[in-house]
């Protein structure tokens, strides 16, 4: 039995029978099933305590192979680097945008706009923690979902939100532009 989803199908990474009358083990990786590593359990614990990466116990698997290759913030620097550095920009900017509302507020008939960018930076760094925290939405089609209902289902629909929000703000930012 194994777990397959849409995204380079995805899912178990291993899958083992057990004979339990004989001992023996029958280990398959990542959906081959033509390929099969046997194992004897008595003779496995006789050996003691041992690491062995699996990947390389079977023949090179190229459906692994794709799936080696998804880019994440877990196996590549420049974009966990770039994932930083954008969650310290929002974080100062929200807290920027907040301390000049409560400043500006009453000399500026568009200082409400501080408090939506503060609401958009926020949002926006919870969703970079969602994406640092949780790797699977990158392996899954999107928008991602959990089976229960939780914040980070909330969290898949941000750059939707993002991308129907972008047209009013830009318009409105004309406006003030225009006016000043």
């Not at 900017?93 to 939506?116: A, D, E, P």
Request: glycine content about 2%.
């Amino acid at each position: 039995m194994h777990v397959c989803r849409k995204n380079l199908g995805n899912g178990t990474l291993l899958t083992s029978l057990w004979n339990l009358k004989t001992g023996e083990i029958s280990l398959y990786f990542y959906h081959d099933y033509k390929h099969v590593v046997p194992f004897n359990l008595k003779d496995e614990l006789e050996k003691g305590d041992q690491f062995m990466e699996i990947s390389k116990l079977f023949s090179p698997n190229i459906e692994f192979q794709k799936l080696r290759s998804i880019v994440t913030p877990q196996t590549n620097r420049s974009m966990s680097l770039l994932l930083n550095i954008c969650s310290v920009v929002l974080l100062f900017s929200g807290l920027f945008f907040f301390i000049t509302y409560f400043i500006k507020r009453k000399s500026s008939n568009y200082s409400f706009v501080k408090l939506v960018l503060v609401a958009l930076s926020a949002i926006l760094f919870f969703y970079i923690l969602v994406l640092r925290l949780n790797i699977a939405i990158f392996y899954l089609e999107a928008p991602f979902q959990e089976y229960k209902f939780t914040m980070q289902t909330v969290a898949a629909y941000i750059p939707f939100l993002l991308l129907l929000l972008i047209i009013p703000v830009i318009r409105f930012n004309l406006k003030i532009f225009k006016e000043n």
